[in-house]
């Protein structure tokens, strides 16, 4: 089977500094794929390459069989990827609502798109009493619902999260992976980057170890739990 | 009371032209956190093409029969210029830049500012150096073309005041002792109308939002789908037919236009600006009136001559008082 995401071999630079050095993985439909790593091993700037805010010097990135490697974010949005981005970036100064309607900027079904802002209030209750409120009032927690919610509303085939966990209480840190696997359950395939390994391992079917800029180990993520390396380095088990 | 009552109107004529010019400013700052120094010299291209659609349509005699039409003729097509200006100034000179350093552009700016009023100020010389051109014997264009563009290239620009006609004349309403003319009248509820728009389309339409996304955090708008480029030029094309429609109210209220004209207004429209707030659309057009009647207040206490001066000490002190205006959020971070 084609993969839905087929990132081959791609090269990443910020100026002349080679960031990624060769990035392979795929992403099938359904599946929740999770990318692991430390801190500035490339994980956001692999995320980054895939939705088009930056683009790779060597390599290239398959979506549904088709070449998007040098498609301007904008366009990609359309072909169906949606990224959450890391720190969640609402706007804050749009309300809540408003910023649902920009999640849904590059569609053009405009009168389904009443109906999807009912079925993530459902999703996520919270934001439905928050609707008027402008972004930046929201709490953390909330933000991370909006920022999942507002991806949503392009109704994406693969929808990329870019460390929902980061500076989540634990209590919201179960709710919103509940949230994930239950996104995923409805359809949509997920590529999650996460630092929190132990949920993201639990949540997803495969992942890749990044390192540095390369992927330093693949596999399901049974094959992942039980690896030393991992066991050591992201799990904190000695 | 009625001398009171006639400068407060003053000041909110004046205030009208600083209010539409300022948004300019404070939209183009909302995007892209820029001055776009040239803003003014696009409110005197505004002027220009206004000038001669009124200066055509009254050769014809249209204006004299259609005088309505004839103003919103003039209005559109200052509009339209400037906004067409805008873009293009966009697009080639701060564009290329935008990656590059804060001081660049402001560079970029100036050099744009100079080279606006230059080209006006040299339109006609262009006209006789492309009709000039010749290949042997044979002239670039025929006889009939070379003398059509010649008279539009002198129509439209050169060194010296371009005069709009007086087509509203000194006429006007009466309340009582005081007098109003329809020009200031026009002046006024034209930019009421325009700003109430601008306010309802940042507020409530889908690019006024796009508008605010791209303010606050371009690479997140991009995500979104929205076409971040596309948005920061329909930013330029709206601020500026505003200047351009700023132009065409000076053509029709003082009557006299020159390439120089963008200059002072320019920089008080930036002074209100910065006063209201700079990036907050409410706060520009409050800075625009607070402006205007600072200065007519002002001459009844000092030389008119010292309005200017006025404009610019309110600057200074706003300056160090609260940087970021009246209706400035904090750090800067002031947005649409
Ligand atoms: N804008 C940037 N300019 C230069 N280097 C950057 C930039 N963003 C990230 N980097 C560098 O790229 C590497 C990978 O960063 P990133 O992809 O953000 O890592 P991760 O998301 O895995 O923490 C890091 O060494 C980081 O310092
Ligand atoms: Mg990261």
Redesign the pocket.
């Known amino acids: 089977m084609v993969p839905l995401l087929q990132v081959k071999n791609i090269k990443t630079y910020?100026g002349n500094?080679c960031?990624l050095k060769g990035i392979t993985l795929e992403v099938h439909q359904g599946e929740i794929v999770c990318l692991i790593?430390s801190?500035?091993?490339?994980?956001?700037?692999t995320l980054k390459s895939i939705t088009g805010l930056l683009h790779p010097q060597e390599g290239s990135i398959t979506f549904g069989g088709e070449d998007i490697t040098f498609l301007e974010p904008h366009h990609i949005v359309e072909k169906g990827i949606s990224m959450v981005p890391?720190g969640r970036h609402v706007f804050s100064k749009l309300t809540t609502l408003e910023n649902l309607e920009m999640g849904a900027y590059s569609r053009k079904d405009i009168s389904a798109i009443q109906q999807d802002i009912e079925d993530v209030f459902k999703l996520f209750p919270r934001l439905k009493e928050r609707s008027k409120q402008s972004a930046g009032t929201l709490s953390g927690g909330e933000q991370q619902m909006l920022a999942i919610a507002r991806a949503l509303m392009a109704k994406p085939k693969l929808l990329l999260l870019d460390e929902p966990s980061m500076g989540l209480a634990p209590i919201l840190l179960e709710s919103i992976f509940e949230n994930v696997k239950e996104i995923n359950a409805q359809g949509t395939t997920v590529l999650l980057v996460e630092q929190n390994t132990k949920l993201a391992l639990a949540i997803a079917n495969r992942g890749y170890v990044?390192q540095t800029g390369s992927v330093s180990l693949s596999g399901t993520t049974k094959d992942l739990r039980s690896s030393e390396m991992v066991q050591k380095t992201y799990l904190g088990i000695a | 009371m009625q001398k009171l009552v006639e400068q407060l109107i003053n000041g909110l004529t004046v205030g009208s032209f600083y209010a539409l010019i300022a948004l300019g400013y404070t939209m183009v700052y909302g995007v892209l956190s820029m001055i776009n120094f040239a803003h003014g010299d696009i409110f005197m291209v505004g002027a220009y093409f206004g000038c001669f659609t009124i200066t055509q349509l009254s050769k014809t005699g249209f204006t004299e029969s259609n005088p309505v039409l004839a103003i919103i003729f003039t209005f559109i097509a200052g509009a339209i210029g400037a906004a067409l200006t805008g873009i293009t100034i966009e697009k080639f000179a701060y564009r290329p830049l935008r990656k590059a350093s804060r001081l660049a552009t402001l560079i970029s700016a100036i050099g744009t500012s100079i080279f606006l009023q230059e080209f006006v100020r040299l339109i006609p010389k262009f006209g006789s150096l492309i009709t000039s051109i010749h290949f042997g014997e044979k002239n670039l264009f025929p006889e009939s073309w070379r003398a059509a563009i010649i008279n539009v290239t002198q129509t439209f620009g050169g060194a010296m005041v371009k005069t709009y006609p007086g087509i509203l004349g000194t006429a006007g309403i009466k309340l009582g002792e005081i007098s109003i003319s329809y020009s200031r009248i026009l002046i006024m509820a034209i930019a009421i109308v325009f700003m109430v728009l601008l306010y309802l389309l940042v507020r409530l339409t889908k690019l006024g939002k796009a508008m605010r996304a791209v303010s606050e955090d371009k690479e997140t708008a991009a995500l979104m789908g929205i076409d971040v480029n596309k948005i920061i030029s329909n930013t330029f094309f709206i601020g500026s037919a505003l200047a351009g429609i700023a132009g065409v109210m000076m053509g029709i209220f003082y009557l006299q236009i020159r390439p120089t004209m963008g200059f002072t207004p320019g920089i008080k429209a930036f002074t209100a600006a910065v006063v209201g707030g700079i990036g907050n659309i409410p706060g520009a057009m409050l800075g625009g009136y607070l402006l205007g009647l600072a200065e007519v207040i002002s001459i009844q206490f000092l030389p008119a001559v010292y309005k200017d001066i006025v404009a610019f000490a309110i600057l200074i002190v706003m300056l160090i008082v609260k940087p970021t205006g009246i209706l400035g959020g904090s750090g800067g971070k002031n947005k649409l």
């Open positions: 910020y500094i960031v790593g801190n500035g091993a490339g994980k956001t700037t890391e990044l």
